[in-house]
């Protein structure tokens, strides 16, 4: 199971924000100033480090900091993370 601050800091190195600022209701694009870029790196980073491939179908789901968290361990593989 990933945790809120693995996320943080995974989404940390691809935003303008600290990682105190990342908050589960922050928007990716909005709020942590991703642009199409940085997530698409974001993402890449988040399915190496937890072992998950995101469909680009399912980016669209990934609005929030939680979606993120929620996906990630909604579609982990057991014994991963």
């Known amino acids: 199971m990933a945790n809120l601050s693995e996320v943080q800091k995974l989404l940390a190195e691809y935003s303008t924000c600290e990682v ?4 589960p209701e922050k928007r990716l694009i909005g709020d942590l ?3 199409s ?4 790196d974001a993402v890449a980073a988040c399915e190496s480090r937890f072992h998950l491939s995101i469909p680009d179908s399912d980016l669209k789901l990934l609005d929030t900091v939680q979606d993120v968290l929620d996906y990630i361990n909604a579609n982990i ?4 993370g």
């Open 37 to 40: 870029f940085s997530l698409l």
């Open 33 to 35: 100033e991703l642009d």
């Open 20 to 23: 105190s600022e990342i908050t």
């Open 77 to 80: 593989k057991q014994g991963d």
